[in-house]
């Protein structure tokens, strides 16, 4: 009763100085004023405080106690150190925003005249070299003070009326380029690197399975890339055609700290000694190792095919042919050579675009998408004949030469001529040494990797898997890398087989109000399949963020 009665007393002091320290300041109340505004006398005061600075403690203490619980939770011990320095400062400043002078006051007062704070990072650090985010040698109490320092020079100096988040982004700048000295340079080499080859559909959907709460702290993962951004390649007929924007189809990449990004063009991988070689720039070395550097289009050694014709198999490829496109005058004739999924969707999607071209679609079979279901071929067929698009069937592409196709040997002029006509995996992946399928795709074991190094994974267009390439494919499989990586690190047994790759189906577009789908064994025309056309791409964009 009598100790419930004290700490009225003591909380009825700090409440009356919190505010009339937010009233007046820190430095203009005065211990009379507060023990006015308690109500209590001034020797009930000293009792309690020995000074007007020691209530400052108090309310330090209240503070400590929260980031210890914080401290103490499992997500938490799980973060990086850099992670876990943001969240303890977070906590410490929690009332900066309702009071920043008092809050500057404080910490200012407990780092000058005490050494516990210097406890909390010490602890971080420990964990940090328990999890071997540091190197060994490295001195706890000194990285301790360091931090400290960065702290209280970061409160002094950016705390002028500046919002919380706003206070914490410098202050953490601050921090983070004095802990890459032990992170960066010399931590590393404890870390066990990851190396993601490519952000395309199957590197994205790697990355997004990775950066989960149960990325073991010593995996430090990179991604290198020659693109500062995902591009959507199922969209690259429409940036062709002129009726996407580029912006449109881009999606930023994972934003998250335990994420490295390398924007550099990958020359070679050099296997044998685990490091990949940057155009410009040195050898990046890897403990693991997943590439999913898409495809590129396959000439089938006709001649003058890769010198005169366009592409729509890469970004910047894309991008020439859309101002070849956008530049051409009326009338001007286009040919795509190859009527599978690209090739009709960029036929379709231009005939809506410039309806004053004249549009040709060389394909091999005797109608188009010939390995669908007939309904759909001809459906398809129809709508090019209904549409002025030209269809040659049965066509064979003997030569290219600029501005004149030549079918079966007979030439024909074009202004422009875009090749759709098969896809390989990219030239740096033709050159790894191990062993390929027909398509130059990797051949894999079943879970993903080299049959001669478990730590090479590819995932995408460049593997040798029993379906078709696609994007949702390269999704599917880059989920499995994951789970396969997330046995092995916590010593889990792999299964020997994985689970089929469950495939929704295909859709594709003849312009923006009509399409095609086979979604199992059920044909889809029409609207329906172009609302879910766009409705996925809908859903993939505002998954991927
Ligand atoms: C017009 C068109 C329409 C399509 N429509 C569909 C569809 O509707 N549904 C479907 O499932 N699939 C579709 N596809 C196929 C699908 O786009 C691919 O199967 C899918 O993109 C493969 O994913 P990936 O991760 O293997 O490679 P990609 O998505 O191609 O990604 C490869 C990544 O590697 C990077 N890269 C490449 N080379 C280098 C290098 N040397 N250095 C550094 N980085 C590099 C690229 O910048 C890119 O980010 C379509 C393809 C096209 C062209």
């Known amino acids: 009763m009598e100790k419930n009665k004290k700490e009225r007393t003591k909380e009825r002091i700090v409440s ?18 507060i023990t006015e505004a308690a109500e209590v006398a001034k020797g009930t005061f000293f009792n309690y405080f020995p000074t007007k600075e020691s209530i400052l403690q108090t309310l330090i203490a ?17 973060k990086t150190l850099l992670f876990k320095v943001e969240r303890v400062i977070a906590e410490l400043l929690a009332d900066y925003n309702d009071n920043p002078e008092l809050t500057v006051k404080m910490w200012v007062h407990s780092l000058q005249s005490d050494q516990f704070i210097h406890t909390y990072w010490e602890d971080l650090l420990d964990q940090a070299l328990q999890l071997n985010e540091l190197n060994p040698d490295v001195c706890i109490k000194q990285w301790s003070h360091l931090i400290n320092s960065q702290f209280l020079y970061g409160l002094v100096m950016f705390a002028d009326r500046q919002p919380k988040h706003k206070v914490i982004k410098q202050m953490m700048e601050l921090i983070t380029i004095c802990l890459q000295a032990i ?17 395309g559909y199957g590197g ?15 995996i430090e993962v990179t991604l290198i890339d020659k693109m500062p951004y995902h591009c959507l390649k199922t969209e690259y007929y ?21 994420l490295k990004i390398k924007y550099a063009t990958v020359e070679e991988i050099d296997l044998e000694n685990k490091l990949i070689h940057l155009e410009n720039d040195d050898a990046f070395s890897y403990d693991t190792l997943i590439i999913g550097l898409g495809c590129e289009d396959k000439y089938h050694n006709v001649p003058g095919a890769p010198e005169h014709t366009l592409s729509i198999q890469s970004m910047e490829a894309t991008r020439k042919t859309y101002e070849t496109l956008s530049n051409l005058r009326p009338n001007a004739v286009v040919s795509i050579v190859g009527a599978g999924l690209s090739g009709v969707e960029l036929a379709s999607e231009l005939r809506e675009s410039r309806p004053d071209l004249t549009i040709k679609l060389f394909d091999r079979g005797e109608i188009v998408l010939s390995m669908f279901p007939h309904r759909l071929s001809s459906y398809v067929q129809n709508w090019f004949e209904s549409h002025g698009v030209e269809v040659v069937n049965k066509s064979n592409i003997t ?15 074009c202004d422009a001529i875009i090749w759709t006509a098969g896809i390989q995996p990219v030239e740096v992946v033709r050159n790894l040494k191990t062993d390929k399928d027909e398509q130059g795709r990797v051949k894999l074991t079943p879970h993903h990797h080299l049959p001669n190094d478990e730590n090479v994974f590819v995932v995408g267009d460049c593997a040798s898997l029993p379906h078709a390439p696609s994007a949702q494919l390269a999704e599917g499989q880059g989920e499995q890398i994951v789970m396969v990586l997330k046995k092995r690190w916590n010593g889990e047994a792999i299964p020997e087989t994985l689970p089929k790759i469950k495939l929704k189906g295909v859709l594709g577009s003849l312009g923006k ?26 859903m993939y964009k505002y998954h991927s963020g």
């Open 238 to 258: 429409a940036l062709a055609a002129g009726t996407e924007s580029d912006h449109h189809i881009r999606v930023h990449f994972p934003d998250d700290e335990r």
């Open 62 to 78: 209240e503070r400590l106690t929260a980031v210890t619980a914080l401290m103490s939770e499992d997500y938490f011990k799980k």
């Open 16 to 33: 009356a100085a919190i505010v009339l320290f937010r009233e007046n300041g820190f430095d203009a109340t005065t211990v009379k004023e």
């Open 204 to 218: 994205m959907r790697v990355l997004q399975r990775l950066l989960t709460n149960d990325l073991p702290n010593n």
């Open 399 to 413: 030569a290219v030469e600029e501005n004149t196709l030549y079918n079966h040997n007979e030439p024909i002029h």
């Open 183 to 199: 992170l960066e340079k010399r931590g590393n080499h404890h870390m066990h690197k990851l190396v993601v080859l490519g952000g």
């Open 513 to 538: 109000k009509h399409g095609f789908g086979l979604m199992g064994e059920r044909t889809l025309l029409g609207r329906v399949p172009r609302v879910l056309k766009s409705g996925v791409l809908w």
